[in-house]
């Protein structure tokens, strides 16, 4: 038995017509399933919890949606050991389902679910602020600074839509990068990693902390990381010119920003972050709140993905 997670809405409402797709297979053959809309946000995590707590034994949860529906989901699921997640990417990013090499076509993808060669455990993030009483987990990254705040005024811009509509989702995260460049604050901070000796960084323009190498739709903001590591791959950009920054953006594209000064990478199990302010944060592309305090950490080989 399968049990889907839809989110009608990713991809600007194209999650909607890929599920119907993918229904249609389901029903021609045969398969036994039960599926599940989201209506609201949070709503995946809610019937990730459902599914967990009614059927015994090993589920087999899929999600059709984007990065943030995963995101709801494995923030659902009670028992990780009973749980073999399949994901269909629907989203406008889909920077999880990038970094896995799953098949971008859905039809594909559902096959891959069906007929499974194999199966992996992979990392998971937990993020935490003690000063805000707040915890939860993410499936690709985490950040504060400028990728949050691009991640948050994506969310609510109109252009996103209407560029998602012609397939060109990632020209909206081009556009808004370039304004945000422009407006973002930069922060004053304190970073410890593994509770070693903290280290003071100014002018931060961002820290973001990755389990997989890609963020805002195939952007390889930490070329390195690995999903099977046990270990966050941390990227902060500090003391660097706003001009100089715009220079560096492209090669962000393939992962080579980080040869330049003022990007500092490094990998750690456990990241604590305490900026002057509090910024905006993002969790998987979406974004709570502002937060000036973080602990990061990474849960070893916890979601079991087929791939
Ligand atoms: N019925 C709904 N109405 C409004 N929002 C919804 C609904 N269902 C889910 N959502 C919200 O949509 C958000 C975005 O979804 P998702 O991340 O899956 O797609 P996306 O933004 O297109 O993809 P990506 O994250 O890969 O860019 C989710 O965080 C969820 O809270």
């Known amino acids: 038995?399968?049990?889907?997670?839809i989110n009608p809405k990713s991809r600007s409402e194209k999650g909607a017509k890929i599920w119907h797709i993918v229904k249609e297979v389901l029903d021609k053959k045969e398969v036994s399933y039960t599926f599940h809309i989201t209506r609201y946000p949070n709503h995946a995590t809610e019937l990730a919890m459902e599914i967990c707590s009614t059927y015994s034994g090993?589920?087999?949860?899929?999600?059709?949606?984007?990065?943030?529906?995963?995101?709801?989901?494995?923030?659902?699921?009670?028992?990780?050991?009973?749980?073999?997640?399949?994901?269909?990417?629907?989203?406008?990013?889909?920077?999880?389902?990038?970094?896995?090499?799953?098949?971008?076509?859905?039809?594909?993808?559902?096959?891959n679910i069906l007929f499974p060669s194999r199966f992996q455990y992979v990392d998971i993030g937990l993020i935490k602020s003690y000063v805000s009483n707040y915890s939860r987990k993410f499936a690709v990254s985490s950040g504060i600074g400028f990728d949050a705040a691009i991640c948050e005024e994506t969310f609510h811009s109109k252009l996103k839509i209407f560029l998602n509509r012609y397939g060109l989702g990632k020209l909206t995260y081009i556009i808004i990068c370039l304004k945000q460049l422009i407006s973002c604050r930069f922060m004053d901070g304190m970073v410890t990693v593994d509770g070693g000796k903290p280290q003071t960084y100014k002018k931060i323009l961002l820290i973001t902390n990755m389990i997989h190498k890609y963020e805002g739709?195939?952007?390889?903001i930490a070329p390195a990381a690995d999903p099977y590591d046990g270990k966050l791959s941390v990227c902060i950009v500090h003391g660097v010119s706003r001009l100089r920054i715009l220079t560096v953006l492209p090669f962000l594209l393939f992962g080579k920003h980080i040869h330049f000064k003022g990007v500092v990478?490094?990998?750690c199990r456990l990241l604590d972050i305490e900026v002057d302010n509090p910024y905006w944060v993002h969790i998987d592309g979406e974004c709570p709140d502002t937060f000036s305090q973080l602990t990061v950490s990474c849960i070893t080989n916890q979601l079991r993905i087929i791939v």
């Open 58 to 111: 090993i589920k087999n949860i899929i999600v059709l949606g984007g990065d943030g529906t995963v995101n709801e989901v494995i923030n659902g699921i009670t028992d990780f050991n009973d749980v073999l997640l399949g994901y269909i990417p629907s989203g406008s990013s889909n920077d999880l389902a990038r970094s896995l090499k799953l098949p971008k076509d859905p039809v594909k993808s559902l096959e």
């Open 217 to 220: 739709g195939g952007m390889q």
């Open 1 to 5: 038995m399968y049990h889907f997670i």
């Open 265 to 267: 990478t490094f990998n």
